[in-house]
């Protein structure tokens, strides 16, 4: 497997990581007897997000990366759809078609 390819997964991976933490911050919002519980998940998966970036830095370039990150949107829009029953519009399906192409666009190096 390729550094960058592993770079690229190491983005994914994070991506996944940063939209569980937001869903997490989220949910302590909604259950307020247990909002340090939450919380804390949520702040945990951030570092553990950050300590994935950095891995994927080490392999790719900082704009591609970054770029990338953007499937963070997708990540949290389907798993606030998914987890905590948030409407997805047309607009937003839309959006997140667009995300992802320009994202695949990316990563095989268009």
Do not use: D, H, N
């Amino acid at each position: 497997m390729s550094v960058t390819l592993i770079g690229i997964l190491l983005v994914l991976v994070c991506t996944g990581v940063e939209g569980l933490a937001q869903i997490c911050l989220k949910q302590s919002t909604r259950e307020p007897a247990r909002r340090t519980r939450w919380v804390g998940v949520g702040i945990t998966l951030f570092a553990i997000e950050a300590l994935l970036y950095t891995a994927a830095l080490q392999r790719l370039e900082v704009s591609v990366a970054y770029t990338l990150g953007a499937m963070s949107f997708v990540v949290v829009a389907l798993g606030a759809a998914c987890l905590l029953g948030e409407t997805l519009p047309i607009a937003r399906q839309f959006g997140i078609v667009c995300i992802v192409a320009g994202c695949a666009v990316l990563a095989t190096g268009g």
